[in-house]
């Protein structure tokens, strides 16, 4: 790579990181603003209140609860799909068109399938378990076919 195509990638770069910085409004000036505000959150953290620790349980218990229903219905639903997405068992363009869907799902974030699960069915642990399915059978699925 010469000198010059260096220092023009470097350039991109720094062109792209502050374009990004500039329309995601980042600022230092409302960080600093903020720090008060911080500091008031932190200090209303310490010392704990027991009083909220019976629901921190439950909701602790809650979460694992989502985790292990959503990874159980995952690992038997990417099962088809690792097939479907492994290059030995397929035809090539078969193939390629499940490894694409695989990761266009995959570029999803948990956190985005939530949202949408509970526009579809309300709130509670039911579109968390719905989002851990969703997100985590394209993970296995991609993991099934590289061991198929």
Same mark, same amino acid.
């Given at each position: 790579?010469? /000198?010059?195509?260096?220092?023009?990638?470097?350039?991109?770069?720094?062109?792209?990181? #502050?374009?990004?910085?500039?329309? =995601?409004?980042?600022? #230092?000036?409302?960080?600093?603003?903020?720090?008060?505000?911080?500091?008031?959150? &932190?200090?209303?953290?310490?010392?704990?209140?027991?009083?909220?620790?019976?629901? @921190? $349980?439950?909701?602790?218990?809650?979460? &694992?609860?989502?985790?292990?229903?959503? =990874?159980?219905?995952?690992?038997?639903?990417? %099962?088809? %799909?690792?097939?479907?997405?492994? /290059?030995?068992?397929?035809?090539?363009?078969?193939?390629?068109?499940?490894?694409?869907? #695989?990761?266009?799902? /995959?570029?999803?974030?948990? #956190?985005?399938?939530?949202?949408?699960? !509970?526009?579809? $069915?309300?709130?509670?642990?039911?579109?968390?378990?719905?989002? !851990?399915?969703?997100? =985590?059978?394209?993970? %296995?699925?991609?993991?099934?076919?590289? @061991?198929?």
């Amino acid at each position: 790579m010469s /000198r010059g195509s260096r220092w023009t990638g470097l350039a991109l770069i720094l062109g792209l990181f #502050l374009w990004s910085a500039w329309e =995601t409004e980042v600022s #230092l000036f409302r960080i600093v603003e903020g720090l008060p505000f911080m500091a008031d959150f &932190l200090r209303r953290m310490v010392p704990p209140d027991p009083s909220v620790l019976g629901n @921190a $349980v439950r909701g602790a218990f809650q979460t &694992l609860q989502i985790a292990v229903v959503g =990874t159980g219905v995952s690992a038997l639903l990417a %099962l088809p %799909l690792g097939f479907l997405a492994a /290059r030995n068992t397929v035809a090539p363009w078969l193939f390629y068109a499940a490894r694409s869907v #695989l990761n266009l799902f /995959r570029a999803i974030d948990t #956190l985005v399938y939530a949202l949408f699960f !509970v526009a579809a $069915v309300g709130l509670g642990p039911f579109p968390g378990v719905l989002a !851990v399915v969703a997100y =985590t059978t394209t993970v %296995l699925a991609k993991l099934y076919s590289e @061991a198929i």
